[in-house]
């Protein structure tokens, strides 16, 4: 399982997430891209769980964000986080 790390404070609104993986990102009403389903929250950063069929899009989604707010970690079963 994958989870994506996304820094949304710092999101500058260029659409390029949601444009690519649109069911795990939209763009809010204040024009910031949101994480369609939120699992958690820590200080500035939020988490979603993610298929790791999607992994390839997704690494594309990071690698092409402009600034560099969203990475991938790689979830072990029965451990909390890895990587």
């Not at 390029?16 to 929250?41: F, H, R, T, V």
């Not at 979603?48 to 600034?67: H, M, N, Q, T, Y």
Request: hydrophobic share 40%; aromatic share 6%; glycine share 8%.
């Amino acid at each position: 399982m994958l989870r994506i790390k996304h820094k949304r404070a710092e999101c500058i609104g260029c659409d390029s997430c949601a444009s690519d993986a649109p069911e795990y990102w939209e763009m809010a009403e204040d024009g910031l891209a949101s994480l369609i389903q939120l699992s958690e929250a820590h200080g500035v950063f939020e988490f979603a769980k993610a298929f790791g069929d999607d992994r390839e899009v997704l690494e594309e989604v990071a690698s092409a964000c402009p600034v560099g707010i969203i990475s991938l970690e790689v979830v072990s079963v029965g451990s909390k986080r890895s990587q």
